[in-house]
């Protein structure tokens, strides 16, 4: 038997080992979403999604979660969209506090992982399936080589994940945040508005679903036409409406375009042959769009090294589960599983 063989049924013995179910979290500013993870194989069942502004901490949705589906696990991970830099975790956009140290031993647990909710989204790339991605652009992705994921939702999350030695090791950070980078003329002046209205613009101020607003406001008190009280959803329906708002349509090209940029960016820094990946909750509601815009053009524009940004494939997730996904993988990997 050669060795490839040999590895191939060690693993299939290693993996049997791994049964049982864990607890999953992706957790938001608005809503707590857990989940049970077959630890034999990934899968997610019994899905259930708590309001936080109706329960008064994690721990408290988890024991409603584990008294509604009677589930028995002894090990956890939960994604929080925060910065997760030691014990004590305490959450930005909603009330929720706690010490990953006292839940654990509150619940009982075993193992408790507690991870950013970008770290989780970069894993899922490992074992989204493939029907939920969205190729734009580019050639085959070098499966040794590193990975990007950014995503537009509340705000703009940035990871990357590289493969060493059979491990996926995610690389969490606050991208997000770094100085926006405008193209031209157009969005020279966008940049002007927003940091006379804000000071420091980061590429989040543009980039996410408050971004959206943003944008159309620089551009429509530039055309004095401005809309008060605009929502993401309203800006995306006048852009995509026949006939279209132009404010809002300029707004939606531009956040595009910028998408494009900011992906391209993220390529350059880490050599991301292995793929781009969006997630978050804005792009997918406009996919079409999004395809036939200026974004893959605006990816690759960096001058000489245009060629080298054009190899590197861009794909959009869909799939709403990929953050429970991604921390069940990164779980499972964790305890042993080779991914």
């Avoid at 693993?11 to 992706?26: C, H, R, T, V, W």
């Avoid at 589930?71 to 009330?95: E, H, L, Q, R």
Wanted: with cysteine; net charge negative; glycine share 10%.
């Amino acid at each position: 038997m050669d060795n490839t063989l040999i590895l191939q049924r060690f693993e299939e013995i290693f993996m049997a080992q791994l049964s049982g179910y864990a607890l999953i979290g992706d957790i938001g500013g608005t809503n707590a979403r857990l989940a049970l993870c077959n630890l034999a194989d990934g899968t997610i069942t019994t899905p259930i999604i708590y309001s936080a502004l109706e329960n008064d901490s994690l721990e408290s949705c988890i024991l409603k979660f584990r008294q509604e589906t009677n589930a028995k696990f002894t090990s956890a991970c939960i994604a929080i969209a925060c910065p997760i830099t030691g014990d004590y975790v305490k959450m930005t956009n909603n009330p929720w506090e706690f010490s990953q140290s006292q839940m654990k031993s509150s619940l009982g647990l075993e193992k408790l992982i507690v991870i950013n909710d970008f770290t989780a989204m970069s894993m899922s790339v490992t074992c989204v399936d493939p029907k939920y991605l969205i190729k734009i652009g580019g050639g085959e992705p070098d499966p040794s080589a590193p990975i990007a994921i950014y995503g537009a939702g509340t705000g703009l999350g940035v990871g990357h994940v590289v493969h060493i030695n059979d491990q996926w090791i995610p690389l969490p950070g606050e991208g997000g945040h770094v100085d926006l980078a405008p193209g031209n003329m157009s969005e020279d002046m966008v940049l002007i508005t927003l940091r006379a209205r804000i000071g420091h613009v980061s590429a989040e101020r543009v980039l996410s679903g408050p971004g959206l607003v943003n944008l159309y406001e620089a551009i429509a008190m530039r055309n004095e036409r401005l809309k008060e009280n605009m929502t993401p959803a309203d800006v995306t329906a006048g852009a995509l409406a026949n006939p279209a708002d132009p404010d809002c349509l300029e707004a939606l090209n531009t956040f595009c375009r910028l998408m494009g940029r900011f992906g391209g960016n993220l390529a350059l820094t880490m050599g991301t042959f292995g793929g781009v990946y969006i997630a978050g909750g804005v792009v997918p509601r406009f996919v079409e769009f999004f395809k036939n815009s200026k974004f893959r053009e605006a990816f690759e524009e960096k001058g000489r090294f245009k060629p080298y940004l054009a190899r590197i494939p861009v794909y959009i997730i869909t799939d709403t589960k990929a953050g429970l996904l991604g921390a069940g993988a990164l779980l499972r990997q964790s305890l042993g599983a080779i991914l």
